[in-house]
């Protein structure tokens, strides 16, 4: 079985900072990684995934992360944050082949102070 | 772009009542997922389908039941609701197992459920 934790339910950076979001995860089989992210009284948003290949994956709003396996970890940065990057951001995880298992961690809200 | 349209954002029931939560995908997917959200606890699945008529239950789904009776629509059923089942509800598509790379879900808007 998969799971996902996210370290720091709440995180806050002042603009122009580096953002550092932390997801380590646990899976039986090699996973398939995703970060999503929801802005207020919306759904959830592909942030990038992290299927096969690279191990360093980017993604939309200038988001990167990097899936290093003997860590379980697939942190998600980004090197300036601004005021329109305050979201709550997802973690999740899904056996490699099997997309029906998607499991999400409790998710980390991110502030961004001017 | 991937549509998935969750037919209310808002609902407010009695407690009791029997609560039918509509979602439907344009885009022909295999897959959808029905999800509920709470503070700290992150999505957790109740409910997922992988074809018409199938369905199988995921980590929540005592007091919920589910119906696909097309591909493009899946409904969440609360049979009797109850104020612990207060929630943001979040429904989900993906394509079916195969797609190797195209493993993501595409979510609705939500519906925020008040039981009172």
């Known amino acids: 079985a998969q799971s996902v934790t996210q370290l720091g339910s709440h995180v806050s950076v002042s603009e122009g900072a580096l953002v550092l979001l932390r997801c380590n995860y646990s899976?039986?089989?090699?996973?398939?990684l995703f970060w999503y992210v929801q802005y207020p009284n919306q759904g959830l948003q592909l942030l990038l995934k992290y299927t096969t290949g690279a191990t360093l994956v980017k993604g939309i709003n200038g988001f990167e992360a990097e899936f290093k396996k003997s860590e379980t970890s697939f942190h998600l940065t980004k090197p300036s944050a601004h005021m329109s990057d305050a979201a709550e951001y997802f973690c999740a995880v899904t056996p490699a082949g099997n997309n029906n298992d998607m499991r999400f961690g409790a998710g980390t809200r991110l502030t961004v102070k001017p | 772009d991937v549509k998935v349209t969750q037919s209310s954002r808002y609902l407010v029931k009695r407690t009791g009542e029997k609560v039918f939560l509509e979602c439907v995908q344009d885009?022909?997917?295999?897959?959808m997922f029905w999800y509920r959200q709470d503070p700290g606890l992150g999505l957790r699945l109740i409910y997922f389908?992988?074809?018409?008529?199938?369905?199988e239950k995921g980590d929540i789904p005592e007091g919920y039941s589910v119906s696909r009776e097309k591909k493009e629509r899946f409904s969440l059923i609360l049979e009797s609701a109850s104020t612990n089942q207060t929630s943001m509800y979040l429904c989900?598509?993906?394509?079916?197992?195969?797609?190797?790379?195209?493993?993501?879900?595409?979510f609705g808007q939500g519906t925020r459920l008040t039981v009172v």
């Open positions: 989900a598509s993906s394509l079916g197992q195969g797609f190797a790379r195209n493993t993501e879900a595409f």
């Open positions: 885009m022909d997917h295999e897959n």
């Open positions: 899976s039986s089989v090699p996973p398939y």
């Open positions: 389908s992988y074809d018409v008529k199938m369905k």
